[in-house]
């Protein structure tokens, strides 16, 4: 598949029972930039093309088997700053010798599973 062929963007949508306190989770603790407030769903940017929306609208359970995985060489970093902040991880950060990765679990407040991790393998391109 060429270049030509790949998408512009990337979303991923989850579900929020209170906007306000997703709200708090992304763009305060996180410190992801809002780019779009459509009144009942608030768009983030995770990276130059890529986005990660909440809806007060979708069914507000957690999105059963989704993980949404923010890729960062400082894991140690962010796993501090939110321990700091209150965040609960499920456990520390840890390397994941099958996939080659160093990553950390947490729920956001819906429990929506977030994972912030390295890629430990070579061959994952990074830019």
Not at 15 to 28: A, G, T
Not at 38 to 60: K, N
């Amino acid at each position: 598949m060429s270049d030509s062929a790949l998408f512009d963007q990337q979303v991923v949508f989850l579900p929020s029972s209170d906007l306000e306190r997703s709200d708090r989770f992304y763009r305060v603790l996180l410190g992801l930039p809002l780019v779009l407030d459509q009144g009942v769903c608030r768009i983030y940017r995770t990276g130059l093309h890529a986005f990660l929306g909440v809806c007060e609208h979708l069914d507000a359970g957690a999105a059963a088997g989704v993980i949404v995985t923010l890729v960062s060489d400082d894991v140690d970093g962010w796993y501090e700053r939110l321990v700091e902040a209150g965040v609960v991880f499920e456990a520390p950060p840890s390397h994941n010798e099958r996939f080659g990765i160093y990553h950390a679990f947490v729920d956001d407040p819906d429990g929506n599973v977030l994972e912030i991790q390295r890629f430990e393998d070579p061959g994952w391109p990074t830019g």
